[in-house]
């Protein structure tokens, strides 16, 4: 928590780089943690310390990408820098699929998928998403995206999108946070009112608080190299 050092008590992204350290995006900036403890932040993250950042992952490249309230940034480890070819600001997740294109899911204007910094596609709800509010995305095996938007997770396979359907509460709004892969392949959902869900093959299984969860909101998850699990609420 924020007294232990943490920047900011909501945590929307986790990750562990190559050195072991875990960057953990928050509503007011970033923090690093290694060994039980608190790192200084990068200098040149400088400019990232008051904003909201709501999406975080390291690309193939070893670069860094945020997903903030005023945009879109990759930090290559030296130089940061803005993807000022985004037009929406409000980005709420980043993803990079296997042919190297980029997805940005904003709030309110569908996804986004760029290559090169040029612009392949805007899905919307026009094209079948439940919601134009995307906030995460990932490759499953059999060559569909699951799409995690503010109403549903959404599935797009031979360029057509259906709902994925999850076990739920009655009236749950099943607005999806994040996706994220075990090291056993099974695909795990954050959600703002449901828990934690868990997709394994053709089984899915909820966690939520009769489980032991504190809330039933979930912005991200992540398991490290060691086997245990992050939790961010």
Known sequence: TTTEGLSNDLVYSILEDKKGVFWIATAKGQSLFK????????????????LMLRCMIM??????HFGTNKGAFVYDGQYLKELKELNEKNVLGIYEDKEENFWYGTAGSGAFIYNGGRKIRN????DGLTHNSCNAFIEGKNG????????HLNVLLNNTISVFPLPAPENAKQNVRSLTYDKKGNIWLGTWDCGIYKIEDKKTTRYAKNEGLTVDGVYCFLEDTEGNYWIGT
């Open 144 to 151: 569909e995206t699951y799409i995690a938007t503010e109403s």
């Open 59 to 64: 690309d193939s490249k070893g670069h860094l």
């Open 35 to 50: 060994d039980r403890k608190f790192l200084p932040i990068p200098k040149e993250l400088a400019p990232l310390s008051e």
């Open 123 to 126: 899905l919307t709800t026009k």
